[in-house]
């Protein structure tokens, strides 16, 4: 236990700063719109992300983890949710920084849409106006069909980054993406599923 607190202490020394500045710069990104920003952003997100493909420090997480040492409640849990964050950075960091390069065009292409509704630009405050406020049917279908048009705008980078993702998932052991993010944030693929059916 000793050993786990050492090992949070480290942890957080290099975490919190690279999560405050990746988040500071997404935000950023988000309001302006500019390359600049967007390129700090994604330069940001995988400096933190690079925390997570030490190798050397999983391992010792793995050891931590199989010693069964680690018996108050507390640091259990953050043993689990942080050999969880370590276990799916455990690839070639090239494939999680073309990951994150996909990810941030994503973002920018569904930041710096605009609606174009009756040859005018719309953002989507404007668009939410419309559709909580006008009572005219043709209205508000006009401006949800104009607003889901970023749908063509980002399907093709979607899919290619669906794939890519999923590439990832299979060289860390999960037979997809989906069944990765669920299993790291300690969810169950079936009871999920199984919740929505029965919803």
Do not use: C
């Not at 190798?55 to 199989?66: I, N, R, V």
């Not at 949710?81 to 920084?97: E, K, T």
């Not at 970023?150 to 993702?165: N, Q, S």
């Amino acid at each position: 236990e000793n050993q786990m607190k050492e090992f949070i202490s480290s942890y957080e020394t290099k975490v919190i700063p690279l999560y405050k500045e990746a988040s500071l710069a997404s935000w950023n990104a988000n309001i302006t719109g500019t390359d600049e920003d967007w390129a700090k952003s994604e330069k940001a997100s995988f400096e933190l992300t690079k925390i997570f493909t030490d190798s050397a420090a999983f391992k010792e997480l793995k050891e931590l983890k199989g010693s069964g040492q680690v018996k108050d409640s507390l640091l259990a849990r953050q043993l689990d949710l942080i050999y969880n964050s370590y276990l799916g950075g455990q690839v070639d960091p090239s494939l999680l920084a073309e990951q994150i390069r996909m990810e941030t065009e994503i973002s920018k292409k569904y930041s710096n849409f605009r609606a174009n509704l009756n040859g005018k630009e719309l953002t989507d405050n404007q668009i939410e106006e419309i559709l909580r406020n006008s009572k005219v049917s043709s209205d508000l279908k006009s401006a949800w069909e104009a607003h889901k048009m970023i749908g063509p705008v980002v399907a093709e980078d979607i899919i290619k980054l669906v794939k890519h993702r999923n590439i990832i998932a299979r060289k860390t052991g999960f037979s997809n993406y989906h069944e990765m993010t669920l299993k790291l944030s300690g969810q169950d693929p079936a009871e999920v599923t199984r919740i929505f059916d029965e919803l």
